[in-house]
């Protein structure tokens, strides 16, 4: 049962991850990211992982995506990019060079010895016989606590830059001077 | 057959393998971000399998960290490609090369 889930997944993953590098339009590349991490949620489910299959649909495919989608709109980069002009020769040749060699390497390493994993079995953060929400919850509030916290404090500085970043420049100001210059530069 | 660990760390590092191509081959920069994704969503698959196989629950609390620093960067880089693409329409990551000075 597992081994046929595992396929359907791993094809799901893989054509998405493909397709989000080959289509040319923006908005078809974030519709096969969500294939992707959909697979990738099923994925978490088939290992017991439950509460990271449910974080991964909500955070990544329901909000991250959208983002993405919002942003595509928003600055209607709705053309599709032309794969053809290089402007640095042999760039794209290198690249798939570069991932193939990637994956050849992790391949020989993965592949090379009969089980690859090769640490010892946790002592302290064993998965017990909670249901995975709560085991994952009494790490996270008491071994991790300090760093979760800091994620919050993480999150509050991302929205204030996000904000800080995409404002307007405000009329009068050296940002608004500094665009007016850019603009006759290019015109 | 039985599913492995060495069955999800090979889709682990196909799926990182494609992403890290693709950062290199595409220019747009959203498309450059998606990619980044496909990556960080690659060793999280592998955290995952590492976990499950030594019964460790570090390793799902790492992939909860790393969704909690995915969604920040994102938020960040996006509005960054929002601040650069409403000045230059249509930018690639090769246009921003003029920020050098």
């Not at chain 1, 046929?4 to 080959?22: M, P, R, S, T, Y």
């Not at chain 1, 993405?68 to 032309?82: K, N, P, T």
């Not at chain 1, 042999?90 to 090379?112: C, D, E, K, S």
Request: charged share 15%; hydrophobic share 60%.
């Amino acid at each position: 049962m597992e081994t046929v889930v595992f396929l359907i997944c791993a094809a799901i993953v893989l054509a998405g991850a493909v397709g989000v590098i080959a289509f040319r339009n923006p908005v078809h590349n974030a519709l096969s990211l969500v294939g992707t991490l959909f697979g990738v949620a099923v994925l978490f489910v088939a290992q017991e992982a439950h509460l990271l299959a449910a974080v991964q649909v909500i955070v990544y495919a329901g909000a991250i995506v959208i983002l993405f989608l919002f942003v595509i709109m928003l600055l209607g980069v709705d053309r599709a990019e032309s794969l053809r002009d290089e402007p640095l020769p042999f760039q794209r040749p290198l690249a798939i060079l570069a991932g193939a060699a990637t994956l050849g390497l992790l391949l020989v390493v993965l592949l090379w010895n009969d089980d690859p994993v090769t640490g010892a079995p946790a002592l302290t953060a064993g998965f017990g016989d909670k249901p995975n929400v709560e085991a994952l919850a009494r790490v996270l509030f008491s071994d991790y606590v300090f760093a979760f916290e800091i994620t919050a404090l993480l999150l509050t500085i991302a929205v204030v830059g996000a904000v800080v970043l995409a404002k307007k420049p405000t009329p009068g100001s050296d940002l608004e001077a500094e665009d007016e210059a850019a603009r006759e530069v290019k015109g | 057959m039985e599913v492995t660990t060495t069955w999800y760390l090979v889709l682990g590092a196909m799926l990182f393998s494609i992403g890290g191509t693709g950062l290199l081959i595409r220019r747009n920069p959203l498309v450059m971000f998606m990619c980044v994704e496909l990556m960080l969503n690659a060793v999280n698959l592998t955290f995952v399998a590492f976990g499950r196989s030594l019964g460790d629950l570090g390793g799902q609390v790492s992939v909860f960290f790393v969704l909690v620093v995915a969604a920040a960067e994102v938020v960040v880089g996006l509005a960054l490609i929002v601040a650069v693409l409403r000045r230059r329409p249509g930018a690639t990551a090769d246009d921003i090369s003029v920020l050098k000075g």
